[in-house]
């Protein structure tokens, strides 16, 4: 059994990761911003799936918030031995010459400064060394670390190579305290988040030219969160795996 944490686990790939969490009966704290519908609607799709969760509602780039969720998980279900560092946003597509600085602030906030402060807190507390029980950190970076997203995103994709970088350096940190901490590449995976970028129908056009010819399923993520998380990946750390149709 597992106590995990999953950040922005009410929709998307957040909430795949959590139902299938459910599915193996393990106790899910599921965070949001501003979504408490979907939330709630994610808390009893686990219930039925087999599992127990609570809804937590914060943003990760306020450091009380971030402390307030993890307490709110653990006063739920005892000590946590799983997290998964993933909410995430992208703003409009933009050439780098045409973006705002409140928009370059928000996005390196949410993506970057709300996940080194969800990882220190994982250091913190599922350190053997500080009294944890060990357990294992998964980061939600992108292919775009790799490709850069030119015309599209490259603050987007800057941030998640923040978090490339960041899964190297705490891997080796926390190795020797029983924290395995990987991430995953996403590619273009059927979600809102296009949307939210202006773009609905981002992964499906952009999809079909990946080399399998299709866009992913926040399901085909959430098996790799899942594995991450469970004891079958347990001599794997500091790993970057791509999850994008070979994109
Ligand atoms: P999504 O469908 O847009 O869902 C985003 C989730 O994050 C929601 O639960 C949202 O909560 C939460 N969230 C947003 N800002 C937050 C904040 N400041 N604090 C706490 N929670 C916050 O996104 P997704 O596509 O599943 O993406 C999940 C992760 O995968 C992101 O890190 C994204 O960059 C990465 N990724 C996605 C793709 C893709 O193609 N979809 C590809 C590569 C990487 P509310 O519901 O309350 O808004």
Not at 107 to 125: H, M, Q, S
Not at 140 to 160: C, H, I, N, Q, T
Request: proline letters at 4%; hydrophobic letters at 40%; one cysteine or more.
């Amino acid at each position: 059994m597992k106590n995990v944490l999953i950040t922005g686990g009410s929709r998307g790939i957040g909430r795949e990761a959590t139902v299938l969490c459910g599915e193996r009966g393990w106790s899910v704290g599921v965070n949001y911003v501003g979504n408490q519908e979907a939330a709630e609607e994610t808390v009893a799709m686990v219930r039925q799936a087999g599992g127990r969760a609570v809804a937590i509602k914060g943003d990760v780039a306020v450091e009380t918030d971030v402390a307030a969720m993890f307490d709110t998980a653990e006063r739920a279900f005892g000590p946590l031995t799983g997290v998964v560092i993933n909410a995430g946003i992208v703003a409009p597509s933009q050439p780098l010459a045409e973006m705002s600085l409140d928009r370059l602030k928000r996005i390196f906030e949410v993506n970057v400064l709300g996940a080194y402060l969800c990882a220190r807190e994982c250091a913190r507390r599922l350190a053997r060394d500080r009294g944890g029980e060990g357990g294992s950190v998964v980061l939600m970076s992108s292919a775009a670390a790799r490709l850069g997203a030119p015309f599209e995103y490259v603050d987007y994709a800057g941030s998640k190579g923040a978090l490339d970088t960041l899964t190297i350096g705490l891997s080796k940190e926390l190795g020797p305290q029983g924290v395995r901490v990987n991430a995953i590449r996403p590619g273009l995976i059927e979600t809102d988040i296009h949307a939210s970028g202006g773009q609905p129908d981002r992964a499906h056009r952009l999809g079909a030219t990946a080399p399998m010819g299709r866009p992913g399923t926040a399901r085909e993520v959430a098996e790799a969160i899942v594995w991450l998380l469970s004891d079958a990946a347990s001599y794997t750390t500091g790993a970057i795996i791509d999850v994008s149709g070979g994109r």
